[in-house]
């Protein structure tokens, strides 16, 4: 088996968004989200909203709910509300950033989009023109070189080149002709480059591929993933608890003589509930879509991008996602004492109508051989290549049958024929397979003529990217058509968990069901309308865009580049998100430690607390706006964290958990004492407290 040793091509098709104006339109739209409908979504948050209207009311009127205590109560509580405000406007702001990327890309789309004219087919092959939003699933329509495809459709008629860079941004033209799996869908949006096609309509206006990949990109309908859920229930628990302790304490200072005022007591309460996550907690996950929608893959919702970062098994095809694919035609190996002229004349006969690359492959190499047909086409007629047989040939004139396929597949055919099979032909299976290409036997009624070796390459730094998974825990599964040692030296070398050989599409399903049997998440790619069950039931399924509609349909994401490694990168995605939550959560939990040093001792001076006072803040007044103003500043800080992601390291979980519970754990209790020092010196020196 030969590899190739150059570098691994990055293939990162990274779209750019215009983030032109992002910040603007996002900082206005900050404030936009201050409405309470908005804020509703958000306990968290929603609290210091009510606190914010509280401490503003304190502001006008320092003795609404009793005495505030201190020389100019009114500037005290100015302050905090601002303070307060700015925090909620930094949080939104957050979110408004995150969703603005989407945003951005959504607008680059409808671009593409324009209600143009079709040419609608009547009954008796007329045509008619009619606006595009008038079509529906089921029409007819012509278009030629130069139309841009006024819907989704599938090919029935015509042969031409399509360009798809509205979608993909990938700039070479595709081949468009009908009954091929792959090759007949079209996207509406997409230009017509050359002749003409007839196409079948199969979206309605406004349902088609573009339409759904707007929708999603704007978040118009995300909804709020499991693990989001359970996060915010959490911090809603957590500012439950902070709401009750916080209640209880102007009992406390009663007794202790110590009286605290609304604003103090609010200002406590924001500097404690888990603010900081809480304002982060949308934009993570709006970043982790935007970041796959980056990666030119299309998912259909937060929880399948999230799912990612669960999954424990990769089920990945041999040809095409571990191997480059283009399996061609290397070398013909006679058996049985037949020529090697004779051998290509057979393989020439067994694959003229064989429409895959690895038929059109023989094809070449036997021409190049020197075979020439020697029969009447017209009065042959050609047998399909199928997964499930894993033959394919040709029936020539005068009942004469020429197959090829699988060895084991041939020498059923030619047993069946009373054929007689020799050690030879098992010795030149074995050679092929052990150099990791694929053997086809080839056959002219029951007598072998020899093996064909199809010659595929591992893709270059698949190997690299095995181990990286491994150490992330996940599984790797690698399914074939193929036979078991081809399968194995490829397993080998690729350096995948488990292979499957012989797998036929019905044992693609099998393999996912039986690992989510035992618990495991599931993750594959797919293209082929055999695909689409097996998509289906993977808890993330990724079709490639030039797949079929049905698969596209089954899966939970498109990979708009049709690229299969690219599932690698978005377990990858998945797996950053979840850590980026968890950090964020872990860094504004430990926060609390220095917050509650700082404000405990400023309010009860009176009763030897001050032993805690130990970062030895200015005043009271200082220590408590100090805080306050680093717990509002905090969130914009690690706006740019939360939407790329924290730097991602292929580990285990328990691993990567350790070190994060070093980093932002032991960070978050150190950052803060350090930061809220610095900014009680700053404000003392301004004179504001
Ligand atoms: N055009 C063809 N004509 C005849 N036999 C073929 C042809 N293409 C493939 N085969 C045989 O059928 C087998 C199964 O093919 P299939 O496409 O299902 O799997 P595969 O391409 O080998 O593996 P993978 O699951 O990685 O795609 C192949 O291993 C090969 O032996
Ligand atoms: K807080
Ligand atoms: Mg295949």
């Known amino acids: 088996m030969q590899t190739n040793t150059k570098p691994r091509q990055e293939r990162k098709h990274i779209r750019k968004t215009n983030t032109s104006g992002l910040y603007s339109r996002a900082f206005q739209q900050a404030f936009v989200k201050l409405h309470p409908r908005n804020m509703l979504k958000n306990p968290v948050m929603f609290l210091v909203w009510v606190g914010t209207i509280v401490t503003a009311l304190v502001t006008i009127e320092p003795n ?32 408004a950033v995150a969703e603005g990327r989407g945003k951005a890309q959504a607008d680059s789309l409808r671009a593409t989009k324009s209600d143009s004219t079709a040419r609608k087919l009547l009954p008796d092959d007329t045509t008619q023109e009619v606006s595009s939003t008038a079509l529906r699933r089921g029409d007819r329509i012509k278009v030629i070189s130069g139309d841009i495809i006024p819907a989704d459709g599938e090919v029935i008629g015509g042969i031409a080149s399509v360009d798809e860079s509205a979608i993909t941004g990938e700039s070479a033209p595709v081949l468009k002709q009908p009954g091929t799996d792959i090759a007949s869908s079209v996207t509406g949006g997409t230009r017509i480059t050359s002749d003409e096609l007839i196409i079948r309509v199969t979206a309605d206006p406004g349902q088609g591929f573009i339409d759904r990949m707007i929708s999603l990109v704007e978040g118009a309908n995300r909804s709020k993933t499991p693990n989001e859920i359970a996060l915010t229930v959490l911090l809603a628990v957590l500012t439950q608890v902070f709401l009750v302790v916080i209640a209880t304490l102007p009992t406390v200072s009663v007794y202790v003589k110590s009286p605290v005022s609304i604003a103090v007591l609010i200002a406590l309460l924001v500097a404690l509930i888990p603010t900081t996550i809480g304002g982060l907690l949308s ?7 935007d970041r796959v929608a980056q990666f030119n893959v299309i998912a259909t919702s937060g929880r399948a991008v999230e799912a990612c970062g669960d999954i424990n098994t990769l089920v990945l095809d041999k040809t095409g996602t571990i191997t480059l694919g283009n399996r061609m035609a290397e070398e013909f190996i006679t058996v049985n004492g037949h020529s090697a002229k004779d051998m290509a004349q057979v393989a020439l006969a067994s694959s003229v109508f064989d429409d895959t690359p690895e038929g059109r492959s023989i094809v070449t190499l036997a021409e190049k051989l020197g075979a020439r047909i020697d029969f009447e086409p017209n009065e042959a007629k050609g047998l399909e290549f199928s997964a499930k047989t894993r033959m394919s040939g040709t029936d020539l004139p005068g009942g004469i049958e020429v197959r090829k396929g699988a060895v084991d597949a041939i020498k059923g055919f030619v ?5 007689k099979l020799t050690p030879e032909l098992d010795a030149a299976f074995e050679k092929v397979s052990r150099l990791g290409g694929t053997p086809l036997a080839l056959c002219k009624d029951n007598d072998i003529y020899g093996v064909v070796y199809l010659k595929d390459i591992i893709k270059p730094g698949i190997s690299e990217r095995f181990d990286q998974m491994r150490r992330m825990g996940i599984k790797t599964v690698m399914l074939t058509g193929d036979n078991r040692i081809t399968a194995s030296v490829i397993a080998a070398e690729a350096g995948v968990d488990d292979f499957i050989a012989e797998a036929t599409p019905e044992d693609k399903i099998e393999v996912i069901r039986s690992e989510q049997a035992q618990g495991k998440l599931v993750a594959m790619t797919g293209d082929g309308t055999n695909d689409a069950p097996a998509l289906a039931q993977a808890n993330v399924g990724v079709a490639m865009n030039s797949g079929t509609q049905a698969a596209k349909e089954a899966a939970n994401m498109v990979d708009l580049d049709s690229d299969p490694t690219k599932l690698i990168d978005i377990v990858t995605i998945g797996k950053q998100l979840l850590i980026t939550r968890g950090a964020l959560t872990t860094f504004s939990i430990a926060n609390d430690v220095a917050k509650y040093f700082a404000i405990i001792p400023a309010i009860f001076p009176e009763i030897g607390v001050s032993a805690l006072n130990i970062m030895g803040l200015a005043s009271t007044q200082s220590a408590i706006l100090s805080a306050l103003i680093y717990n509002a500043l905090i ?9 790329t992601g924290v730097k991602f390291r ?30 009680d010196v700053l404000i003392t020196a301004v004179g504001l407290a």
């Not at 047993?415 to 054929?419: E, I, L, Q």
């Not at 969130?635 to 939407?643: N, Q, R």
């Open 283 to 289: 934009a993570i996950g709006i970043a982790g879509m």
């Open 650 to 679: 292929a580990l285990s979980a328990d691993q990567l958990l350790q070190r994060n519970i070093f980093i932002y754990g032991f960070g978050g209790v150190i950052a803060p004492f350090i930061a809220i020092k610095v900014i």
């Open 415 to 419: 047993r069946s024929r009373n054929g």
């Open 64 to 95: 609404l709910f009793g005495t505030s205590p201190g020389d100019n109560p009114r500037l005290f509580n100015g302050l905090i509300t601002i303070i307060l405000f700015f925090t909620l406007v930094f949080a939104n702001f957050a979110e």
């Open 635 to 643: 969130i914009p800080a690690l706006i740019p964290l939360a939407l």
